[in-house]
């Protein structure tokens, strides 16, 4: 096999990893490791969280110089509503009384008040997950089974005209920004400008005329096949490049000759043998990779008007709303965060020369 | 070197006259001289194994074009008529002779603004990827050199640096970079900073892979051996090595960079007074123009991040299989 444990661990991302010990197969031991696995992936995940909170807090807080200036730039602000906001944001305390209070807030899932819509970041946040979730959720499957797909194909004989032709296209769609395509395609297929009929709405995620259940499910399905259509785009050609140098590195492995061996069929070897192996190292990439979901996310929403935390986030940018910008990214961060955590506990499952 | 030595301690009257049996004169080749004429063929061999990469050379021609352009805009693009009150044309004008590319809501020419902004995108793209490759690199070096010879203390600095390119390397980078360009005080340096200061993890791990398999050869035990100091061996011996990687990365950095700077700019991060293709496109976004079916004015200038963009990966994945000779005809 060509993937060692140490190897296929590296690119979780978590820095050192303890090297199993090759122990017997003694029960307690081997829970005893488990446990040690565990405790210092939950280790490494809080310390990361906690650079988040500090990050957020020194983004935010520090950087500005004065976050209430830098939001009433340019506009009719009076003294009182300033000074309303200074005592909101906590101003008039020390810088680490600041930080605790800021802090405990975050534990206790409070993320500030927006400047911008009077309520509290949480509640917004809560009220466009959903719409988040399934926009993204949506884009990652299709891209990530595209990507699997046809890097599988263009790894497994490198250098052909498949490969060729893929990796171009693969290429061209990652050299495109996200924003830049989606535009495109809302000039092209709904614009309704020239000899194409507007095909698909230019935005929102579903029509406020639309009553009853299934007219509601018909209607957000097209609103969301440009935004999913833009966000596959852009984020399948890195699936596919992981895929196919996952797959190249394993062709040489000699379980492959031996399969060829017995007689198998070429397309048998592949979807049989190498396929199964090369997905196991590309499953923590894709997870590591999540972090440009969110970007393409924040794009395609802005893009397409579509009611989620993307649009959210802009919507606090343009202001600026600093308390909503502040609270998103704790929240975007520390969500890429737990996918790795998450990553890395199941990853053993699924390989089991990992397991600790 | 021994030629000199012979010749030295001879008076100089008689070096002028032509020994009649004496070694024949040997034009002077000093140290320096045989490094420069050794750099200068590695140079031609480089350039030769570049050449026979196809894609690359396409990716190259078309960056001079696209360079030469930029840096000749003021000769053919006049100024005033990139401003709002200056603009020569009507409202959103169709593609023409004279406009061939259309006119924007204010009536400029959108040739001309896309020519134009080429210049901030650009320099911002290079500048930001300076930035980073800088700042990735003195990690890299640092975290690989002093985690295979650093004792106690490097090892603990190595640990700690990489924990740090992590941390960067999950976070979502554009919400990062949005977030420092939010809070800093708008203009292009801002731009620059926020994108440099997000994209250097992957080259930071990369050199740190490098420096690790170069701090393993003899001739680094040798210096060591002989009393080079951590100074010494990172830039004597670490640094030359690795930067041929460093190039290939730089190249493809360059590529992210000028997507981050137009899209900062689509997010309305960048500085309103200045055009860049991300600015254009921003522009033309509030301006409604893209649900009206505009579309000559927000083609050309994202066609032009592509191009730019696509140019500079070929380069840099030819670069990549010059200098990494398993990678050839895999591209």
């Known amino acids: 096999m060509t993937t060692t444990p140490t190897e296929a661990d590296e690119p979780s991302g978590a820095g050192t990893t303890d090297v199993p010990a090759p122990a017997g197969p003694t029960g307690s031991g081997r829970a005893a490791r488990v446990l040690t696995y565990v405790l210092g992936r939950l280790t490494t995940a809080v310390v990361s969280l906690f650079a988040v909170i500090v990050a957020g807090f020194f983004l935010f807080r520090i950087l500005p110089g004065d976050p209430v200036r830098a939001m009433t730039e340019g506009r009719e602000v ?15 305390q020390p810088l ?53 797909f046809l890097g599988a194909r263009a790894g497994w004989k490198p250098g052909g005209r498949g490969d060729r032709v893929n990796t171009a296209v693969a290429l061209f769609f990652w050299s495109v920004p996200t924003f830049w395509l989606g535009l495109l395609l809302i000039v092209l297929l709904s614009s309704g400008r020239g000899f194409m009929p507007g095909l698909f ?59 060829r061996a017995k007689g198998l069929r070429d397309t048998l070897v592949r979807r049989r043998h190498a396929v199964p192996n090369a997905l196991l190292p590309t499953v923590t990439l894709i997870f590591l990779n999540l972090g440009q979901v969110v970007s393409g996310v924040i794009l395609v929403e802005t893009v397409f008007s579509w009611p989620g935390l993307g649009q959210l986030f802009y919507s606090g940018l343009r202001v600026p709303d600093l308390g909503l910008v502040q609270g998103l990214f704790v929240v975007f961060a520390a969500s890429v965060i737990l996918m790795n955590l998450l990553a890395d506990l199941v990853y053993p499952l699924l390989d089991p020369r990992v397991r600790p | 070197m021994s030629t000199s030595e012979h010749r030295n301690p001879r008076p ?104 134009w902004g080429a210049r901030v995108s650009l320099t911002v793209g290079l500048l930001a990827t300076f930035v980073s490759v800088t700042l990735g690199t003195l990690i890299g070096v640092t975290a690989g050199h002093f985690g295979s010879s650093g004792g106690v203390g490097g090892r603990i600095v190595s640990a700690v640096l990489m924990r740090i390119t992590d941390w960067f390397l999950v976070l979502p980078t554009l919400v990062l970079a949005v977030a420092l360009a939010a809070v800093l005080p708008r203009g292009i340096g801002t731009i620059i900073i926020a994108i440099g ?21 003899p001739y680094v035990e040798r210096a060591r051996a002989l009393g080079g100091g951590h100074a010494h ?59 009206a079916g505009i579309w000559w004015y927000m083609i050309p200038p994202g066609l032009a991040i592509a191009v730019v963009a696509l140019s500079f990966t070929l380069c840099g994945r030819a670069v990549e299989s010059v200098i990494n000779p398993r990678l050839r005809g895999q591209s």
């Not at chain 2, 008689?14 to 045989?34: F, K, M």
């Not at chain 2, 080259?203 to 420096?211: C, F, I, W």
């Open chain 1, 96 to 148: 680490w009384q600041q930080f605790l209070d800021y802090a405990a807030g975050l534990l206790r899932l409070d993320l500030g008040t927006s400047f911008q819509y009077r309520e509290p970041v949480v509640d917004l946040i809560l009220e466009r997950l959903g719409p988040t979730l399934l926009l993204a959720g949506t884009g990652t499957v299709i891209a990530a089974l595209l990507g699997l």
């Open chain 2, 233 to 291: 061996v990172m830039g004597w011996h670490v640094l030359p090595n690795v930067m041929p990687v460093v190039l290939a990365q730089t190249t493809l950095l360059v590529a992210t960079s000028i997507i981050a700077e137009s899209t900062l700019a689509f997010l309305g991060m960048g500085d309103p007074t200045t055009i860049s293709w991300g600015g254009i496109l921003e522009a033309a976004r509030t301006a409604g123009a893209i649900s």
């Open chain 1, 78 to 92: 009076s003294a009182e509503q300033r000074e309303e906001l200074r005592r909101q944001f906590g101003l008039d």
């Open chain 2, 12 to 115: 100089r009257a008689h070096r002028t006259e032509p020994a009649p049996d004496g070694p024949p004169p040997v034009p002077e080749v000093s140290a320096r001289a045989l490094a420069r004429r050794r750099r200068r063929e590695a140079l031609a061999r480089f350039a030769r194994e570049y050449a026979r990469n196809r894609a690359g050379l396409v990716g190259l021609a078309s960056l001079l074009t696209i360079g030469l352009l930029a840096l000749t805009a003021p000769l053919f693009v006049d100024q005033a008529h990139l401003t709002i009150t200056g603009a020569p044309g009507e409202s959103y004008q169709p593609p023409s002779w004279e406009y061939p590319l259309g006119t924007d809501n204010f009536g400029r020419s959108v040739l001309d603004l896309v020519v």
């Open chain 1, 201 to 259: 709405p230019t935005g929102g995620m579903v029509d406020p005329r639309a009553s009853g259940t299934l007219e509601t499910v018909l209607s957000t399905a097209q609103h969301m096949v440009l935004p999913v259509v833009t966000m596959v785009a852009v984020i399948y050609a890195q699936y596919l490049m992981i895929m196919r140098s996952s797959l190249m590195d394993e062709k040489g492995a000699d379980y492959l000759t031996t399969a």
């Open chain 2, 197 to 217: 200061l997000t994209v250097w993890p992957p080259t930071a791990r990369l050199v740190r892979a490098q420096t690790l398999a170069v701090e393993a050869r």
